[in-house]
């Protein structure tokens, strides 16, 4: 049987692990990066940023 494949919204990456948001899913990897990232961090912007597009879409 096999796992549901998820593809991450944010680095592209295609696991079973992946987190199902409201439009799109987010891997392990990404969140663990995402919570690591200081809010003053430019990429920290980044991810929020894509987040807000995956919740909007939905
Ligand atoms: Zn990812």
């Known amino acids: 049987m096999d796992p549901e494949m998820r593809q991450?919204?944010?680095?592209?990456f295609v696991g079973?692990?992946?987190?199902?948001?409201?439009?799109?899913?987010?891997c392990p990897k990404?969140?663990?990066l995402i919570s690591a990232?200081?809010?003053d961090d430019p990429k920290y912007g980044f991810f929020v940023a894509k987040?807000?597009?995956?919740?909007?879409?939905g």
């Open 37 to 39: 990232t200081e809010v």
């Open 16 to 26: 079973p692990d992946s987190v199902r948001l409201a439009a799109g899913c987010i």
């Open 8 to 12: 991450c919204c944010i680095c592209g």
């Open 51 to 57: 987040l807000k597009e995956l919740w909007q879409a």
């Open 30 to 32: 990404c969140l663990e």
